[in-house]
């Protein structure tokens, strides 16, 4: 965490008036400097994704890939169900035309009963919420407690 983010973080929880107070100068700081590195990093991607569709398809897919591997490699749900899926992926990328068809769709009823082990890492590291249950019942499951707008 940089010091950029610990400023970001007391700005947020100072009381309203005190950061409209200070907003009047933080105006003039460029946004590339408020927002630090990632959100000069995920600039010079979208720039570059301007530019170059292909780069956007390679990357979404090698970006996928990870986060396919990450969950199989670390939730014991994920590892049954996305494993057999992921053996022979190489350089960051599924094996097969047909990979991304093969992943299984997540429904209500797969999240509330595998909610614990569909995590990849120990859930007592994350938070439990529920939604709101505008549609019926409220689902459980649970989220990254460092889940900030970056």
């Known amino acids: 965490m940089t010091v950029l983010d610990v400023a970001r973080g007391t700005y947020a929880r100072l009381p309203s008036s005190t950061r409209a107070y200070l907003g009047r100068f933080l105006q ?60 022979g992926a190489t350089d960051g990328y599924l094996p097969g035309s047909d990979a991304w068809q093969r992943i299984p769709v997540l429904t209500r009823q797969t999240v509330a009963e595998h909610r614990d082990a569909m995590c990849a890492v120990p859930p007592d590291r994350l938070d439990s919420v529920s939604t709101d249950g505008s549609s019926g019942e409220p689902l459980a499951f649970r989220l990254d407690r460092n889940r900030s707008p970056i």
């Open 28 to 87: 003039y700081v460029p946004t590339s400097m408020k927002f630090g590195n990632t959100y000069r990093h995920w600039r010079e991607l979208l720039e570059r994704a301007k530019a170059d569709p292909a780069f956007v398809k390679d990357y979404r897919e090698r970006v996928l890939t990870e986060l396919l591997q990450q969950a199989a490699s670390g939730s014991s749900y994920y590892a049954r169900t996305l494993g057999p899926i992921m053996q």
